[in-house]
């Protein structure tokens, strides 16, 4: 089956949003990680009825936002879950994640979000990489890597899904793909908050794309419990 798609401009108090959808007022929204493009994940609109892919500012030709900063990204998120009808399900992965953890949702199902930062060895040697190819990495992204995300966990305020790779981060490695990013602390941080379910499944930090079929399974029963798949 083929789904016709078509962007979506969204003005917000940061600049433009951009969405990719069937419609202008999506019941799921998908949020991609640092340096990913939604064209990466297209396939989750065969798994999830009604769901819109959103750009991260300056990711897949997206404007950027007035700051490169999560602040101002989650403020002009804010904005564009305002229009929505009624309080999405999210799906996001990594950065994307964090910023997810502050937008008003009914549910979200958080792939891979970190916490920690002083550990973050794959993420480094993937932009120390890509550098010595020739790509641009933004230094003002580079640096939202700079501080713990710990204070995401204070705005959880709905039922949350985590969901981890069993790849473990440490030791550092000659291991690719790359592994979880979350470490044990990490993991027991989200597994002990009251709103949030955590389990840990087969694959590294990309688990939207090299284990799609697990992240399904590991998050049928909530998206049904929130009402966004049938029951069987």
């Known amino acids: 089956m083929t789904i016709a798609l078509r962007n979506y401009v969204v003005p917000t108090s940061e600049g433009k949003a951009v969405l990719t959808s069937e419609s202008p007022t999506p019941r799921v929204l998908l949020f991609h990680g640092f340096k990913r493009r939604a064209a990466q994940l297209e396939d989750w609109c065969e798994r999830i009825p009604g769901l ?14 007035t700051e490169t900063t999560l602040e101002s990204w989650i403020r002009g998120f804010r904005d564009v879950a305002a229009v929505l009808p009624e309080p999405p399900l999210i799906i996001a992965e990594s950065l994307g994640a964090i910023v997810a953890m502050s ?3 009914r549910a979200l199902i958080a792939v891979e979000p970190p916490l920690s930062v002083h550990q973050l060895w794959p993420l480094h040697r993937t932009i120390a990489v890509a550098r010595a190819r020739g790509v641009e990495i933004d230094p003002a992204l580079e640096r939202m890597f700079e501080k ?17 790779g069993l790849e473990p981060l440490l030791p550092e490695r000659d291991v690719w793909p790359e592994p979880s990013l979350l470490t044990d602390e990490d993991f027991a941080a ?7 379910e955590a389990h840990r499944i087969a694959g590294g930090h990309a688990l939207m794309d090299r284990n799609p079929e697990g992240v399904m399974a590991a998050s049928r029963d909530f998206m049904i419990r929130h009402g966004y798949l049938p029951a069987p």
């Open 190 to 196: 989200f597994a002990g908050h009251p709103m949030v």
């Open 52 to 65: 819109a892919f959103v750009h991260l500012p300056g990711h897949s030709n997206a404007p950027e936002f």
């Open 148 to 164: 713990p995300f710990h204070w995401a966990l204070e705005h959880i305020q709905a039922p949350t899904l985590v969901l981890a």
């Open 103 to 105: 937008l008003p949702y």
